[in-house]
């Protein structure tokens, strides 16, 4: 807090920038606005320089804050359909190893670019939204020129323990700042009590101006009088009109694939600002900071799959699938087994949830590839994704196309059991499979076939020596197939 108060002190040594467009400047086109400290002779001092820049539009781009070697401060003005919807802050000081972003969300505005009411969130972090500061709202007011008036910011420390920093502005007949006055102040609610922590009260004088606005001025302190220059650059005639992008907050922060894969969650926002750089072949900065030890497909990959499982843990299933979908379109950073078990898990996933649409479209390339295979190399991987394709088509009540793949699973295991005789490995294979089938015929809702499969297996597993009966595969096996049969004999269980 204590470095915000004097961010805000130092704020009133130049002119109150707050939310102006041109109409401040006479409506001239400006471009971009300097603003610096001097000696009473007009020679820069180096202790303030603050740098405004525009858009084509007249709107606040930026507003660049350097108060000499203690801290270096700069605004960032997001805007959405023509309309602020937050101003990104990054602060700098000598003794920070790494800069310190807050943000402060517009709720309501005028004039769609003068916020009258936000919440500022201190220390943010926007890889995850969340910030580790303090909270306050600030609400604005606006004289009828819209300039600013006067702003009241109140920080909710604790519940008995509020904080408040007051603002007032007032203008020359010539709408240039007269006077400008700040109140910092602590309130105790047990107490009922207002500690005053600073009050300061400015007078601001003209010294020089011209057709754009004033260039010279004085500031008279409690200590001194400061002096300020200000110099202008204006648009070129045709520019004010051109097409223009906004600031988006992922053109000012550095969002690097090293440093969001050791967090333990990330933003929506933040997942579709990489996955939009990872498909832009023409993105030019790097994905990953220079000291990153991986290559960069080990980043997307890991990024990939830590947000696909984060989202599946948090049961946001939408997201999940989104997600999924999108490392699928990145294949080239993938192993095909990778991409397989990707696919087989969303599967898996959606059946469970009972998205049986996106269940089938996440199994379909898999199928149509095992498809192929099978008939030239019937395997028990091929003959497993062929039923669980037909089983997703059975929950659809597609039983036409469930059928028809059954029939080549009905073929694997005739070759399965062409094979069981020779030894129990095989035998075992076979009857697993068949308990496969038995899980896909439910899906059907075909009963008969179902228990008919799990009454063969279980007197299979019946028909063994003790030696076989002690081993622990025979055990799961039959416990499985034992217990379905159960529930499905016992309606009350099912």
């Known amino acids: 807090m204590k470095s915000l108060l004097v961010l805000y002190v130092f704020f009133f040594a130049g002119i109150t920038y707050g939310q102006n467009n041109w109409k401040s400047y006479n409506n001239k086109p400006v471009k971009q606005m300097v603003n610096v400290q001097t000696d ?7 202790n303030f320089k603050q740098v405004v820049d525009y858009y084509p539009n007249g709107y606040i781009k930026t507003v660049e804050t350097s108060y000499g070697n203690k801290l270096d401060v700069t605004k960032h003005y997001i805007y959405e359909n023509d309309e602020l919807i937050s101003i990104f802050e990054k ?8 800069p310190i972003y807050n943000i402060e969300l517009v709720e309501e505005t005028k004039n769609k670019y003068l ?11 926007v890889t995850s939204e969340v910030a580790e500061g303090d909270k306050s709202t600030i ?23 509020s904080k408040g920093l007051i603002k007032k502005v007032k203008y020359d007949n010539k709408s240039f700042i007269a006077k400008t006055f700040l109140k910092d102040y602590d309130y105790v609610k047990d107490e009922n009590d207002t500690t005053f922590n600073t009050i300061e009260n400015d007078k601001y004088k003209t010294l020089d101006r011209n057709k754009i606005g004033v260039t010279e001025y004085q500031v008279k302190t409690k200590e001194d009088k400061d002096y300020y220059h200000i110099s ?23 969002f ?11 933003s929506d926002y933040t997942y579709q600002v990489i996955k939009n750089r990872v498909l832009d072949t023409t993105y030019t900065k790097s994905l990953i900071t220079e000291d990153a030890l991986q290559s960069e497909d ?29 490392a699928l379109v990145c294949a080239d950073f993938f192993e095909k087994d990778e991409l397989e078990e990707l696919r087989m898990s969303a599967y898996q996933n959606c059946v469970e949830h009972k998205n049986y649409l996106a269940a089938e479209e996440f199994i379909k390339p898999l199928y149509d590839e095992a498809k192929i295979a099978y008939r030239s190399n019937p395997s028990e991987k091929n003959g497993k994704i062929l039923g669980l394709t037909a089983k997703v088509f059975y929950l659809q009540n597609k039983n036409a196309d469930g059928d028809h793949i059954m029939q080549e699973c009905e073929s694997y295991k005739s ?41 063969e297996n279980i007197s299979y597993y019946d028909s063994l020596e003790d030696t076989y009966k002690e081993s622990e595969t025979f055990s799961t096996d039959y416990a499985k197939n034992k217990k379905m049969l159960v529930t499905l004999n016992t309606p009350s269980l099912q």
């Open 40 to 46: 009473k002779k007009g020679e820069p001092n180096n």
């Open 91 to 98: 602060q700098m000081s000598f003794t920070q190893e790494k």
């Open 115 to 125: 916020p009258l009411k936000s919440e500022k969130l201190e220390i943010y972090d």
């Open 139 to 161: 609400t604005y007011t606006y004289d009828q020129n819209d300039r600013l008036k006067s702003s009241f910011q109140l920080y909710q420390l604790t519940d008995n323990l």
């Open 232 to 254: 202008y650059s204006m648009y070129k005639e045709g520019n004010v009109n051109s097409d223009f992008e906004y600031l988006k907050i992922e053109d000012i922060y550095d």
């Open 256 to 266: 690097y694939l090293d440093d969001i894969i050791r967090k333990d969650n990330i």
């Open 298 to 326: 080990w980043y997307v990959n890991k990024f990939y799959k830590d947000y696909i499982t984060q989202e599946l843990e948090n049961n946001r299933l939408d997201n999940y699938i989104s997600s999924t979908q999108d």
């Open 415 to 455: 070759s399965l059991r062409g094979q069981a005789s020779e030894s129990m490995k095989d035998k075992i294979e076979y009857y697993k499979f068949n308990y496969f089938l038995a899980q896909v015929y439910a899906a059907k809702n075909d009963m008969n076939t179902t228990k008919k499969l799990l009454e």
